[in-house]
């Protein structure tokens, strides 16, 4: 259930919390990656690299970054209180977090030299289908003639959300996925393209 939970929070990209990516560190202390923009790390002014020593008191050396995160996490407008060591300072410093809404965009862009679009996808959660379907409205708007898509790290997520991306590329009707079953346990199904596809950016033979 725990596990699923966590699946779960991963794909909506929406929680409340500090705003930031973190991971333990070779030492085993727990560090800020990157903050997220507007969040409240970002507004404090911390940064990445920085060692989170303790939330509300408690250490989190060798914690699970699962544990300390979900200590982070908590209703919109309550309070958390982070110790924080950064490189060059003589001594840890004590920050009065007040959580907030974070919502997580699960896809990045750019427009590349040569009028190539790169759109990265990090995972399918519900909103995925919708901000792609923006990013390849502004590609199609600033003249973008072809197309990388990164699905590098991307841990998966909804099938549907994926079905829908694949049908901004693909003729209707395109094969894009199938199951497979256990005769007499879970029937064979086949996912095709609907009538999403906008783009003339085409990555797949009809």
């Known amino acids: 259930p725990e596990e699923t939970q966590r699946l779960l929070e991963d794909l909506h990209r929406d929680y409340a919390g500090v705003g930031a990516y ?5 030492k085993k202390q727990f560090t800020i990656s990157r903050p ?6 970002y507004r404090a002014g911390l940064m990445a690299g920085d060692v989170i ?13 699962e544990d300390a995160v979900r200590r982070l996490k908590g209703p919109p407008g309550t309070s958390v209180v982070i110790s924080v060591f950064r490189r060059g300072w003589p001594e840890p410093k004590d920050f009065s977090l007040v959580r907030s809404r974070i919502v997580i ?6 427009v590349l030299p040569g009028k190539v679009g790169f759109l990265q996808i990090y995972s399918f959660s519900d909103e995925t289908a919708s901000e792609v379907a923006k990013v390849l409205d ?11 898509l990164d699905l590098r790290w991307n ?14 590329f693909l003729n209707t009707g395109s094969l894009v996925v199938s199951e497979k079953g ?14 999403l596809r ?3 950016i085409h990555i797949a033979p009809d």
């Open 105 to 110: 965009p699960s896809v990045a862009y750019d």
């Open 138 to 148: 502004t590609f199609d708007q600033q003249g973008v003639l072809s197309l990388i």
């Open 198 to 200: 906008r783009t003339g």
């Open 53 to 65: 020593l303790n939330i509300d008191g408690v250490d989190t050396t060798g914690m699970p970054v």
């Open 182 to 195: 256990r005769a007499g346990v879970y029937e064979d199904r086949e996912h095709r393209s609907h009538t």
């Open 155 to 168: 841990g998966g997520g909804y099938l549907n959300a994926a079905v829908d991306i694949a049908s901004e």
């Open 22 to 26: 973190v991971s333990n560190d070779p």
């Open 36 to 41: 997220i923009f507007g969040g409240p790390v």
